[in-house]
């Protein structure tokens, strides 16, 4: 094997498409079961991320998921955007993780992958929590970056800088390696993946795989060491709003006069 | 005599409500302040202390302030460490203080800030971290029952953590209304206590090279808001003429935060403010789930855009189809000439 200046590792997740999820019209629920799997959109911000960095610094990168083999299409995405390999990482005994065994997950595959860096989205568009970069990070003892906006490579230095979004400003913060960097949903650009990588990772690509036995922490997942639990979910009902279109700025004016007599 | 559970943890050795105030140079975050309003509910229902944190440097202003706001006692760790704020450093300060003195419930302003580092204080102590929370309750057994938006803002999940502790949290900016200051509340040197300080420069694995703070409106007290979205492309005058004639705060959707034309720190949805003025109005804004969300508890809310199918017009009550550059300085200048419109102090 040659050896490389750094290895990247990138946490891809699948989710529910969000723009498909409809009310199942018996029950008034959401029916997220039949709405199509994606890649979690701001995970595709992380790819480019990655990718950019490769383009300047030797470096592999290498996508990881966690989940059901049935996930495995979030990996050639992956790879058909320019990765060299994929991890899943497929277990019945991760069932019922919380971010707390999620993060532990990725931070031993990262580990175990050698990773220099490893990007993630900024939250997913399913249960939203932010908490899996931030948790590797913990777990591993190692540097974060998250809300990054741009990212510049110092591999002479071994060190990240980045541009990090803070409440009404930006801050340029530089992180030892390894370091753990979530990306800012819609700040990089996901670049198109060429039709030769497309073919080649539908067709002929196989991700490695990796069990709980294989992270060496089959005790240290599932719902049991989880520390929460979803206790019930509700359907937020939408609110009832008029939805009148008015012709005339006048109309309009008019009724926003209502609003303060 | 309690014992501990199948987690290992004796759940009563851990008490008193913690809420983190967070500050950036002296500048205290309008989210601390809304929970310290909010654990002190809490904290009465449990018969316990309500506690506030702070981390920074010369903090002494922010302690008094965090006393007077209804905090029964203050812990600080003040050091230049910490200033400014770095997730390593006050991740390892955080987690030695939660490890000492066991709080049964963490609350942290759930900003950038404080998502940033609260995984590193919940991961080590093993405590149990729900994100992003809207509603929070204690149930008749001290749980804490906290309720959080998922999938888009479609559901809201009860989230509870029976057998670790502490329960923490990080709570949406602008959910819960900050209470006011009292003056006259007493206080003495046992008020406040100085924690040791566990974090060394030489132990830290980040630099800030440099840090730029231009707007921090708060825009979650804002009675009127005018947002503005995607379809403005940059314009802002027309928007911000329309503002100024029914004295509203400007806000924006993500994707013109994104575009730079408005700060962060007036981003309305998921990932951005909560806010519920009497009137909010929405110019080139499309209406996407993660945008209604932090709009939706708004009063009257009118749309302008010049797309009919455009999915905001279903959660306005009122809505006009045109060119936001046109609408806007065709409004404002009906709206200027009106004296309902004028703010009663
Ligand atoms: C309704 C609901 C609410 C929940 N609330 C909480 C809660 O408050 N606290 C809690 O601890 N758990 C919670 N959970 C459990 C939590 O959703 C899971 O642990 C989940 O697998 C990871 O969280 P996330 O999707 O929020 O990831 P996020 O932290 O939002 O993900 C950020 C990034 O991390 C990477 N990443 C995340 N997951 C993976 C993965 N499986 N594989 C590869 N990369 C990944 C991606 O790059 C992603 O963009 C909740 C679950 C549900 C269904
Ligand atoms: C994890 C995650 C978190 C997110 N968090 C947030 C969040 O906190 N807040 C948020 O807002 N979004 C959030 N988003 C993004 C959200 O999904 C939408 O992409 C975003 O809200 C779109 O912003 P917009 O309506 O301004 O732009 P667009 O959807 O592009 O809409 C622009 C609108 O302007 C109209 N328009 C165009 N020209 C004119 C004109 N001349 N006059 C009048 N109207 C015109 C168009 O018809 C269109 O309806 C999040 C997304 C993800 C994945």
Known sequence: MTTVTWTIVVGVKQVPDADEVGIDPDTGRLDRASAPAVMNPPDRGALEAALSIKDVVDARVVAMTMGPPMATPVLEEAIAMGCDDAVLITDRAFAGSDTWPTSLTLARAAEQLGADIVLAGEETTDSSTGQVPPGIAAHNGWAQLTYVEAVEPRPEENRLVATRDVEGGHERVAAD???????????FDPRPAPLHRKLYAENDFEPIEWTAEDLDIKDEVGLDVSP????GMETVQPVERKGEVVETADDLAEQITEVYS | MSEPNDAGIDVDEYEDVWVFVEEHAGEVMPVSWELLEEGKQLSEKLDQDLVALVIGEDLDDVAEAALERGANRVLVADDPVF????????????????????????????????????GRVAVPTHA??????????????????ARRPAFGGDILATIL????????????????????????????????????VVVD??????????????????????????????????????ALELAESIDAKLAASR??????????????????????????????????????????????????????????????????????????PDLAETLASDERTEVTP
């Open chain 2, 83 to 118: 200033e400014p704020y770095r997730a390593d450093p006050y991740g390892a300060q955080f987690r030695a203080m939660v490890e000492n003195r066991k709080p049964t419930i963490v609350l942290i302003g759930g900003t950038h800030t404080g998502r940033d580092f609260a």
């Open chain 1, 177 to 187: 390696l390894p370091v753990v960097v979530a990306v800012a949903y819609g700040e």
């Open chain 2, 201 to 238: 420069e030489s132990d830290t694995v980040s630099e800030v090279l440099e840090r730029e703070i231009g707007d921090t409106a708060d825009i979650t007290e804002a009675e009127r808001i005018v947002a503005v979205g995607a379809g403005v492309e940059g314009d802002l005058e027309p």
């Open chain 2, 255 to 328: 994707a013109a935060v994104d575009e730079g034309w408005v700060d962060g720190s007036r981003q309305v949805g998921q990932t951005g403010k909560t806010v519920r003025p009497e009137l909010y109005v929405a110019v080139g804004i499309s209406g996407a789930i993660q945008h209604l969300e932090g709009m939706n508890k708004s009063g009257t809310v009118i749309a302008i855009n010049n797309d009919p199918n455009a999915p905001i017009f279903e959660h306005a009550d009122y809505g006009i189809v045109g060119d936001f550059a046109a609408v806007c």
């Open chain 2, 161 to 196: 953590c029976e057998d670790h502790r502490p329960q923490m949290a990080t709570i949406r900016p602008g959910v819960f209304e900050a209470g006011d200051r009292d003056p006259t509340v007493a206080f003495d040197a046992d008020s406040i206590t100085d924690v040791d």
């Open chain 1, 228 to 231: 929460t639990s979803v206790g």
């Open chain 2, 128 to 145: 149990g971290l729900t994100a992003d929370v809207t509603e929070i309750d204690v149930d008749d057994d001290g749980l804490l029952q």
